[in-house]
């Protein structure tokens, strides 16, 4: 007797199942909600909600070019169109999401899973680095990278309650609880995770574990460090890197993403036109990725939480000499 | 932002009954706004000191058609969400489309003629956010297809009984997306939808044979199940008679092949590549055009003012 093999990373607790699992719960509530699927449903979690609501599972094959641009014409006849496939296919559509989605102002959401190093062993052609990059430098277009399970439920609820196209990032591998169920999620608004006053930590998607790791790394070298969640990448909350500014004069940026253009990039531009300090930026340093485990890549692309220990002693060092 | 029909409202508006006659005056009020497209498209071109004439002039005909007889869709019904709808793939050919709009009264002859001007809402391609009337934003070849297909689809969805129709360029089809849409729109069954292809047989730099073949054509889209209609597409009753057949198509989506000239009306442009533009039109050539185009001198004065 031969049974179907179980696909890897279903039922457990990475941010795609996260996100599927409510999207499928908040479907009765928002009864214009429809899903387009590009045949990746097992891999980006909305098989929870072909399950539950197969008439309002819209089915495009391996074609997202025409998925993004039809989820346009979706959205112009009232639904509320989720565009979901790998983050790196989101790229191969970026041009149709900025004509028909974000030009022509429609309220549809494309929903990324696979972003990033977290991607593991299919290899440096599936990992992209590159999407936040590109979707913030579109107009218009919001960009969220939730940190965990919870948080990407909540993000989920308001994503779906916000007017207007959304990227969100999720996550293939099982991530880690960073937040408890009394977690607030606001679009825009940045969050401390934990207080500090020498440097600030900020991060987003899985690297909001790893910076809170980091600042315990530090804090046993007597380093104060905060973390800020910035699960909001555009638009960027400046009133709080501001106050983050004042309080600590020193930044690290730690991102599952290029170095350029990302996080670090929103960071970097915010505060040079307002409160300048030194920042240093975690990432990937303008490379592809590679085959591995997603520790194993972490390791090597400098994500752990020890390169963001070190980046936080060297942005440190850098505001003293800076005095 | 576009509102989804109550579901209390779901409930289908009656289909369109097959004409049993044109009525007579039908087809020369056409013509005669088909006329009225080509000396504005030429007039707002001349005005903005570039453009794409050629594909604005080869598409006049089918879009009086449209606009004067088959869609569903009047200046005072533009929220309306069981309206037909009309999406400008060749997004390009905007000036014909402002020309086909002004003609029908969903925007201003005048305002129009302000095309590709500073603070313009006539950009120099259709933009929905300046006027909802155009549907979609458009001038990324092979989008407004995808575009159009998910408008059939969300108004299946919502038991409308309202059709959408796509209108394409020859060269519009070498773009890959195109044929995930012709793919997607069969595989769903989306007889709401009608692609029309303004087949000119040319594009920017050449004929489609010289940069990329395009036949057999009709046969492409038989093979990918579509309902295929070639007519000549400046001949009217032949166009209202093919948007007739295509809306009583069941199970498929259609296509008009509408053969056409390119530059069609102004004996300078037809049939010579370089008119796809965008070109600069002289003092002279915009009244030569307009009077090639039926325009009375008292009308090219007013145009060209």
Redesign the interface.
């Known amino acids: 007797m031969s049974a179907a093999p179980a696909l890897i990373a279903q039922g457990n607790d990475s941010l795609r199942e996260a996100f599927g699992k409510a999207l499928s719960s908040l479907a009765d509530e928002f009864?214009?909600v429809?899903v387009l699927d590009a045949d990746i449903a097992g891999g980006t979690g909305v098989h929870h909600f072909r399950k539950s609501h197969p008439d309002?599972f819209?089915?495009?094959?391996i074609?997202e070019?025409?998925?993004?641009?039809?989820?346009?014409?979706?959205?112009?006849?009232?639904?509320i169109?989720i565009v979901t496939t790998f983050a790196v296919f989101c790229l191969r559509a970026v041009?149709?999401a900025r004509?028909?989605l974000a030009?022509?102002?429609?309220?549809a959401k494309i929903v990324a899973s696979h972003p990033g190093l977290d991607v593991g062993p299919d290899g440096g052609s599936a990992q992209a680095l590159e999407d936040m990059a590109a979707f913030r430098a579109i107009p218009g277009m919001t960009v969220i990278s939730p940190a965990d399970p919870i948080e990407m439920k909540l993000a989920t609820r308001a994503m779906l309650e916000f007017?207007g196209p959304v990227y969100m990032r999720t996550g293939r591998s099982p991530a880690k609880r960073v937040f408890g169920d009394d977690h607030k999620f606001e679009i825009g608004k940045g969050h401390i995770v934990r207080d500090g006053k020498d440097v600030t930590i900020v991060a987003c998607g899985v690297e909001v574990a790893r910076a809170v790791e980091a600042a315990d790394l530090l804090a046993a070298e007597g380093i104060d460090a905060r973390v800020v969640n910035m699960a909001t990448i555009k638009p960027i909350d400046k009133q709080l890197l501001i106050r983050c500014a004042k309080h600590t004069g020193a930044f690290v940026t730690a991102e599952d993403h290029n170095i350029l253009g990302g996080l670090g990039g929103a960071v970097a531009e915010s505060l040079a036109a307002t409160m300048p300090c030194p920042i240093e930026f975690v990432g990937v340093k303008d490379a592809f990725g590679a085959s591995g485990e997603p520790e194993e890549l972490a390791e090597q692309f400098g994500l752990t939480a020890p390169h963001i220990a070190e980046a936080a002693r060297r942005a440190i060092a850098r505001k003293k000499k800076a005095k | 932002?576009?509102?989804?029909?109550p579901?209390d409202r779901r409930a289908p508006v009656q289909s369109k009954q097959p004409l049993k006659a044109l009525p007579p005056n039908l087809v020369n009020d056409i013509a005669a706004s088909a006329a009225f497209v080509r000396q504005h498209a030429i007039a707002s071109i001349y005005h903005a000191g570039s453009g794409h004439p050629g594909g604005a002039m080869s598409c006049a005909d089918i879009l009086a058609c449209l606009f004067g007889a088959e869609l569903n869709f009047w200046p005072d019904a533009v929220d309306d969400?069981h309206r037909d709808?009309f999406v400008l793939s060749k997004g390009h050919a905007a000036p014909a489309l402002y020309a086909v709009g002004a003609q029908y009264g969903f925007c201003n002859k005048r305002e129009a003629l302000s095309l590709r001007k500073l603070n313009s809402k006539f950009q120099g391609h259709p933009?929905?956010?300046d006027m909802p009337w155009v549907?979609?934003?458009?001038?990324?070849l092979?989008?407004g297809f995808?575009?159009?297909?998910?408008?059939?689809?969300?108004?299946k969805?919502?038991k409308?009984q309202a059709r959408?129709y796509a209108l394409l360029g020859d060269g519009e089809l070498q773009e890959?997306?195109v044929w995930?849409?012709a793919?997607?729109a069969a595989?769903?069954q989306l007889d709401n939808l009608c692609a029309i292809i303004d087949y000119n047989k040319m594009q920017s730099d050449d004929r489609n044979d010289a940069i990329m073949r395009l036949e057999p054509l009709a046969a492409k889209f038989r093979a990918f199940d579509w309902a295929v209609i070639e007519i000549d597409g400046h001949d009217i009753p032949e166009i209202l008679g093919a948007l007739r057949r295509a809306s009583s198509t069941h199970g498929r989506p259609s296509l008009l092949i509408a053969h056409t000239v390119k530059g069609k009306g102004v004996p300078y442009m037809e049939n010579v590549p370089t008119w796809h533009g965008s070109v600069k039109l002289t003092q002279q050539q915009a009244k030569g055009a307009l009077a090639a185009l039926g325009a009375t001198r008292e009308q090219i004065m007013e145009f060209l003012a």
């Open positions: 009864k214009d429809v309002r819209l089915q495009f094959g074609a070019q025409n998925m993004m641009a039809a989820a346009g014409g979706l959205a112009a006849t009232g639904l169109p041009e149709q004509l028909s030009y022509a102002g429609r309220n007017k | 932002m576009a509102q989804a029909i579901f969400p709808r933009h929905v956010l549907e979609t934003s458009t001038g990324s092979g989008q995808s575009v159009a297909l998910g408008m059939a689809m969300g108004l969805i919502q409308s959408v890959g997306e995930e849409a793919m997607c595989h769903h």
